[in-house]
């Protein structure tokens, strides 16, 4: 099992910052690829960043590509979401999540943060 705890969430005015961090225990960090999420008000759950297990390989939403970063540090356990010129639509509740797969295998997340809220506001 891993346990993930996000923080750094927080309203903002629309093209304004937030770094989230996504602290993991458990078993070893490094064998876990991880991704962040975002679920908004009424709308489904979406995929927005993932970063491989081994090479800090990215991948990124087309909606978020550009703006966001998402990076690692396995000696610290810890995962990232640097979010630039956030919009109003950026509003959601951010979920980090660990696979021990592919990291662009987005159904196969396996464990899941409690969510870290971001408001954007216009």
């Known amino acids: 099992q891993v346990q993930l705890v996000e923080s750094g969430g927080g309203l903002v005015q629309a093209g304004g910052s937030l770094r989230l961090s996504c602290a993991a225990s458990g078993r070893t960090f490094s064998n876990y690829a991880m991704g962040w999420f975002r679920q908004a008000p009424g709308k489904e759950r979406e995929f927005v960043a993932a970063i491989s297990r081994s090479f800090g390989i ?18 610290k356990n810890t995962v990232y979401l640097q979010m630039n010129s956030l919009k109003p ?11 021990p797969g592919i990291y662009t295998l987005v159904g196969s ?14």
């Open 58 to 75: 990215t991948y990124y939403a087309d909606s978020v590509k550009g703006r966001f970063t998402i990076s690692r540090d396995n000696a």
């Open 89 to 99: 639509e950026d509003t959601a509740v951010y979920y980090c999540a660990a696979t």
């Open 109 to 122: 997340y396996d464990y899941w943060g409690q969510g870290t809220q971001v408001t954007v506001s216009s």
